[in-house]
């Protein structure tokens, strides 16, 4: 996050934790266009010397609540730093599904929602792709592990495989959620963990 300056004290990480936090859930809800600065220190309770110490500009602190939303995501979904066998890969996509059959759920994928609204904004499109590569490079991690170990075939492209399984992820969400039913993420899991199998030793 490329912030004007730091937070060098506890008050001031909170403080800035607040706003991104704030804007990362009005963004949610209503959109990046519709969520104001003013809007965003009103629900933090944050002054406009506190915002523009930490943010210069609300384009900065979209960038901010695209760093949290991969932070958020990424939390919910431990199994994914830990993707040492098959059967993790498993684990992996029943976290996932155990968000969405929460009470709110099937839920939009955060980083979804931004890429429907700005994903034509090429800032905004870098920013969303390096997030969603790093989101992949734990399934890729995992798949080298694999591969290292004998169990994924030599030939296979872990990269490529966690890109075709991000695919498949976000499909699924997305289709979930307007749907309100969960079926189409299951079904997208289920292909693209088979699809990973398929290429297994």
Same mark, same amino acid.
């Given at each position: 996050m490329d912030?004007? $300056?730091?937070?060098? %004290?506890e008050q001031g990480r909170r403080t800035q934790d607040s706003?991104?936090?704030?804007? $990362?859930?009005?963004?949610? %809800?209503?959109?990046?266009?519709? %969520?104001?600065?003013?809007?965003?220190?009103?629900?933090?309770?944050?002054g406009k010397s506190q915002m523009y110490h930490y943010f210069k500009n609300k384009d900065q602190l979209v960038e901010a609540v695209i760093g949290r939303y991969l932070e958020t995501i990424l939390a919910n979904q431990p199994a994914i730093n830990?993707?040492? +066998?098959?059967?993790?890969?498993d684990r992996w996509t029943e976290q996932?599904? +155990?968000?969405?059959?929460?009470?709110?759920?099937?839920?939009?994928?955060?980083?979804?929602?931004?890429?429907?609204?700005?994903? +034509?904004?090429?800032?905004?499109?870098?920013?969303?792709?390096? $997030?969603?590569?790093?989101?992949?490079?734990?399934?890729?991690?995992?798949?080298i592990a694999l591969r290292d170990k004998g169990e994924l075939a030599a030939d296979a492209d872990p990269a490529r495989l966690a890109q075709t399984a991000m695919a498949c992820?976000?499909?699924?969400?997305?289709?979930?959620?307007?749907?309100r039913d969960i079926t189409p993420l299951a079904d997208a899991l289920a292909v693209a963990v088979g699809h990973l199998k398929s290429h297994a030793r």
């Open positions: 912030v004007q $300056a730091g937070a060098p %004290t706003i991104v936090d704030s804007a $990362a859930a009005l963004m949610y %809800t209503n959109g990046v266009a519709a %969520t104001s600065v003013d809007k965003v220190l009103a629900a933090c309770g944050a830990d993707l040492h +066998d098959w059967a993790a890969f996932l599904l +155990d968000i969405q059959r929460g009470p709110q759920g099937p839920i939009a994928c955060p980083l979804g929602n931004i890429a429907g609204e700005l994903g +034509d904004d090429p800032r905004v499109a870098g920013l969303l792709d390096k $997030a969603y590569r790093e989101w992949e490079s734990h399934l890729a991690r995992g798949l992820l976000q499909g699924g969400l997305m289709l979930a959620h307007i749907r």
